[in-house]
């Protein structure tokens, strides 16, 4: 039995090492080149479906890495990775253009220590992404030249984590989720100054910045639930994430177009392994929902963090405000007894999802608003796949900003094993 733990233990750490060298960036967001980029609040792929629900509920049929309190609900082990593709349409008040982009969103692994009691889990996942192309154009003030403007960002943070959660008492639970955060940010600025005939004037020049980040996190989450009747529970739930001050060093040069990455090549040298901080604002989150058992679920809940508070890795601060995200939430199965009908015992999916973003440019708030679908569809008696779509809006083309609408698909399997802790009978 032992041996065999070992060889399935084995196997996760090496899917986590392979899927930690393609992890992918899924944000293709303009919006994403302020700050630290765009903030996942949407969870996992069944919480996607949903409204990003997932403080107050979550089955054991998927990894929660929403609320660790939860996952004292996977009394099986659980490995469990998606897949996400995001197709945005942007628009401001003269054209259009569309762009897209994806990748690898987490993968998840809970392990039932002791089943119903302690819970066990690890994984990778995305704290921010930065995905960005932007050409502005300008005019030079008092004078007839152009100013033309390219400005470029890739990366983020990610984070590898462990999560444990504990039924303290009947019906209410405690979690911690412990997260090694990693990764790196890269911003470019070239700029090109042009005369009135199109001809370059002077010199093109470009700003490289390069900030990596490696730090701890850490996540509270508590969990009750009260029996209204036989088959009806209401759930109750809260988080708080704190980030705090996120160490790391950064890289910034100011040379000519292709040449402020290198440290070798001529140039301005502004900052060379240079220690610091970002310091992220923490997060808070409540909800409720009302489950009915193995029938339906419905719930709204909430999310918090102030972005005021937020300083870039040069101390300065943003004109950011507090991020708020509202969603409401509803599942339901037809009929999980339905052996015979693959859809009846698949899960359906629906929400709604407002966001008030943390971007507040030309005196407007940057909101995104979207409707989400998802299913679970078993594979066997125990295994799924697993879908989620959401269609939105972020922006305005009002003050001369953006708008973009956007679909984005994740897709990803939850793989579940009932026999990983069971001990052997016969020889």
């Not at 300008?138 to 007839?144: K, L």
Request: aromatic share 12%; hydrophobic share 40%; with cysteine.
């Amino acid at each position: 039995m032992l041996r065999k733990i070992g060889f399935k233990m084995l196997g996760v750490f090496c899917t986590l090492l392979l899927f930690s060298e393609a992890f992918g960036q899924n944000s293709s967001s303009i919006y994403s080149g302020l700050g630290v980029g765009e903030f996942g609040f949407g969870g996992q792929i069944q919480n996607q479906g949903m409204g990003g629900l997932g403080i107050s509920f979550g089955t054991g049929w998927n990894a929660n890495t929403v609320n660790p309190a939860l996952t004292t609900r996977n009394t099986i082990f659980n490995f469990q990775a998606s897949l996400n593709y995001k197709r945005i349409q942007m628009q401001n008040s003269a054209e259009k253009s569309l762009v897209d982009g994806g990748g690898l969103s987490y993968v998840a692994v809970s392990l039932p220590v002791k089943s119903g009691k302690f819970t066990s889990g690890l994984g990778l996942g995305q704290i921010s992404s930065i995905n960005y192309r932007l050409k502005v154009d300008s005019p030079v003030t008092n004078s007839e030249l152009t100013a033309n403007s390219y400005l470029e960002g890739d990366g983020g943070i990610s984070e590898a984590y462990v999560n444990f959660g504990f039924l303290l008492a009947k019906n209410l639970s405690f979690g911690a989720h412990a997260s090694y955060l990693f990764g790196s940010s890269i911003r470019s600025n070239q700029l090109l100054v042009f005369d009135k005939q199109g001809v370059e004037v002077g010199r093109a020049s470009e700003y490289y910045e390069r900030v990596n980040v490696s730090d701890v996190a850490f996540k509270l989450g508590a969990h009750y639930y009260f029996k209204t009747s036989e088959k009806t529970n209401l759930h109750l739930g809260a988080i708080y994430q704190k980030f705090g001050h996120v160490n790391g060093t950064a890289f910034a040069k100011l040379a000519p177009i292709g040449q402020a990455s290198s440290l070798k090549t001529d140039g301005d040298l502004l900052a060379n392994n240079v220690k610091g901080s970002i310091y992220l604002p923490n997060r808070y989150g409540f909800g409720l929902s009302i489950e009915k058992i193995n029938k339906f679920v419905i719930g709204l809940e909430g999310q918090y963090q102030d972005f005021s508070q937020y300083r870039n890795f040069f101390g300065q601060p943003l004109s950011l405000q507090a991020a708020q995200k509202v969603g409401l939430g509803f599942q339901i199965v037809p009929d999980y007894m339905d052996f015979d009908r693959l859809l009846n015992r698949a899960t359906y999916r629906v929400g709604l999802e407002y966001l008030q973003t943390p971007f507040f440019i030309n005196q407007t708030d940057i909101n995104d608003i979207g409707i989400n679908f998802g299913t679970s569809i078993p594979v066997n008696q125990l295994s799924l796949v697993n879908l989620a779509v959401k269609v939105g809006r972020r922006g305005t083309v009002e003050n001369g900003l953006i708008r973009e609408g956007y679909v984005n698909f994740s897709l990803g399997l939850s793989l579940n094993d009932n026999s990983w802790f069971y001990k052997r009978v016969f020889e």
